[in-house]
């Protein structure tokens, strides 16, 4: 105070904020190199699924994706609620948040158990199940970053001045959001359209 320089307790938010922006450009690269490949697969095949495999189905995936886009506004929802100083709200939404991801992996974790194919019966398989791996990791992280952010949440550790977990967990469900409608339109809808 004396000096008039600022003390963060949680660190330096730009520091944060560019940690979180490079950790989602590396996300993006690895999906675009997970997709380049699909597409390069699905170029050397004149039949999508090749094989005669039954392309994957829609609906667990589609309740997966309305629930993972749920929790992404949830956490939208979570991160205005602490803006306006209510740290009961951000605990509520967080939760919601947390409760729609748990439900669209373990869904998406389902709907890949019950495929009638593995991951090593031919190219299609095994880039189907890369972008559905990287769909869960994606989705883990999240999840995994929004448990220790209820975890502060429910110390008390949030306020409407310092909220940087807060808004870079939001941060980081919305490109999640983004990265997982890209990478399952592409998966599932793909072999119906292309």
């Excluded at 979180?20 to 597409?39: D, G, K, R, T």
């Excluded at 589609?62 to 749920?70: E, N």
């Excluded at 709907?111 to 972008?131: C, V, W």
Aim: glycine share 6%; hydrophobic share 55%.
């Amino acid at each position: 105070r004396e000096h008039n320089i600022i003390v963060w307790p949680n660190g330096s938010p730009t520091v944060n904020r560019w940690a979180m922006a490079l950790l989602i450009l590396l996300l993006v690269i690895a999906l675009a190199n997970f997709l380049f490949s699909y597409f390069y697969l699905r170029i050397e095949h004149a039949a999508w699924p090749p094989d005669n495999i039954v392309p994957p189905g829609l609906l667990l995936p589609g309740i997966s994706t309305l629930l993972m886009l749920a929790g992404a506004a949830s956490m939208h929802v979570a991160r205005h609620q602490i803006r306006r100083n209510r740290l009961t709200g951000l605990r509520a939404w967080l939760l919601v948040a947390f409760l729609a991801g748990a439900a669209a992996l373990g869904l998406l974790f389902y709907d890949f158990r019950g495929l009638p194919y593995d991951h090593t019966l031919n190219a299609y398989t095994s880039i189907f199940f890369l972008n559905g791996a990287f769909l869960m990791l994606l989705l883990a992280g999240g999840l995994a970053q929004n448990l220790f952010v209820q975890v502060w949440a429910w110390r008390g550790r949030y306020s409407r001045r310092e909220h940087v977990a807060v808004d870079l967990n939001t941060q980081y469900w919305s490109a999640a959001a983004v990265l997982w409608l890209a990478a399952a339109a592409v998966i599932y809808l793909g072999p119906y359209v292309l």
